[in-house]
Nanobody, 124 residues
Framework: QVQLVESGGGSVQVGGSLTLSCAVS????????MGWFRQAPGKEYEFVAA????????YYVDSVKGRFSISRDNAKNTVYLQMSSLKPEDTAVYYC?????????????????WGQGTQVTVSS
């Protein structure tokens, strides 16, 4: 079992930028596909972004394309989510996730490991 610890959440104004980090324990980090989900108040969780174990492929929900960027540093066992041009609708609790199967990760089902979540608030 792998453990995930998130950091970097906070409050920003509309149009601002924020970078989230997810530190992953264990020696098998490079074998996991990594991703980010979010859950806004009163709404179900939503897939945001994913990156394959090799780092060669990335995936994004349409609403964040061109604004968010997911990356990973396997040497540091860390995955990042760079967010820019933030909008009020980006306000949510963001969760880091790890899964050995890309299809499960993108669908948000049978996820191997979840982070504890970090709050992102975007206001005017």
């Amino acid at each position: 079992q792998v453990q995930l610890v998130e950091s970097g959440g906070g409050s920003v104004q509309v149009g601002g930028s924020l970078t989230l980090s997810c530190a992953v324990s264990g020696r098998s980090f490079s074998s996991y596909n990594m991703g980010w989900f979010r859950q806004a108040p009163g709404k179900e969780y939503e897939f945001v972004a994913a990156i394959t174990w090799s780092g060669l492929s990335t995936y994004y929900v349409d609403s964040v394309k061109g604004r968010f960027s997911i990356s990973r540093d396997n040497a540091k066992n860390t995955v990042y989510l760079q967010m820019s041009s933030l909008k009020p609708e980006d306000t949510a609790v963001y969760y880091c996730a790890a899964d050995s199967r890309l299809d499960e990760l993108r669908a948000g089902v049978r996820i191997d490991s979840w982070g504890q979540g970090t709050q992102v608030t975007v206001s005017s």
